[in-house]
């Protein structure tokens, strides 16, 4: 018998190593004003402390805390750190001197309008779609969206049977320059943040997705579940339209079907917004 779990853990240990020292070693090298390292980079402590030598450092963090709890063993280490959630909802005491809360964002250059041809249409378009990870809230919902004809993109869904016939690309990886024509070619896309504790809509609201913007940025409409953050970054109802449960979103998904000129204008109120 042999325990390969074991060998997984200490192979993933020593390549965590290898690769923070290497980019410890490139940072060195290129005299960097400041190093801003993004959620799973390869910087075990001792690799930071090394860096802090040279250089101010921050740590963005654009994952929920309470899903990937990692942060905890690293965030100390960095100069700043810069969650995508506020500090009032972190499950523990932490130094909030050096937290500072930083949303997701859209990268313009990108997420931008691009013409789409009928072939994109005949390819990509949909009433109603969906760019994303098979979470067990998401499954959960989308199993009862499945009479409006929702199209579904992402890698995974194509583990579960009953989403077969709704997916686009076979459970394939979607790369930004085919969703952003999906979230063009859609009348309406769904927003419905991850939740791997929930089956329904999270009750925890305290942080956005980069979906948010990349669908704004496109000039495409998006319905999206409720999050606290909203009203600071979007007004409600005219440059953004929200749901709270599975029947308001329904409700919403045959309105904007029937009006999709009104749903249009809160497309493009969305996109000069971001």
Request: aromatic share 12%.
């Amino acid at each position: 018998w042999f325990d390969f779990s074991q060998t997984k853990q200490a192979s993933q240990a020593a390549l965590t190593s290898f690769l923070g020292q290497l980019t410890t070693m490139k940072i060195m090298e290129s005299g960097a004003d400041i190093v801003l390292a993004l959620a799973q980079a390869p910087l075990p402590p001792e690799q930071i402390q090394e860096i802090r030598k040279t250089a101010p450092t921050g740590f963005w963090f654009v994952e929920d805390i309470r899903t990937l709890t990692y942060w905890k063993e690293v965030a100390g280490e960095y100069d700043c750190f810069f969650p995508i959630q506020p500090k009032e909802s972190f499950p523990e005491k932490i130094d909030a001197s050096f937290v500072h809360t930083v949303h997701t964002a859209a990268d313009i250059m990108i997420h931008k309008p691009h013409p789409i041809t009928p072939e994109d249409l005949s390819t990509f378009g949909s009433p109603c779609s969906f760019v994303g990870a098979p979470y067990p809230n998401r499954v959960s919902i989308f199993r009862q969206l499945l009479d409006i004809g929702i199209k579904i993109w992402g890698e995974g869904w194509d583990q579960y049977p009953e989403f077969k016939a709704y997916t686009g690309n076979l459970g394939l990886y979607v790369p930004p320059q085919t969703y952003t024509k999906i979230f063009q070619a859609s009348t309406i896309n769904i927003n419905l943040h991850s939740s791997l504790h929930y089956s329904g809509i999270s009750p925890l609201k305290d942080f956005v997705n980069p979906r948010l913007f990349e669908i704004a940025a496109v000039g495409a409409f998006q319905l999206v579940d409720t999050r606290d953050p909203l009203p600071d970054l979007f007004v409600q109802g005219e440059e953004m339209v929200t749901y709270d449960n599975l029947n308001m979103l329904k409700e919403q998904i045959h309105f904007y079907l029937q009006h999709p000129e009104q749903a249009e204008v809160v497309a493009q109120k969305a996109m000069r917004r971001v």
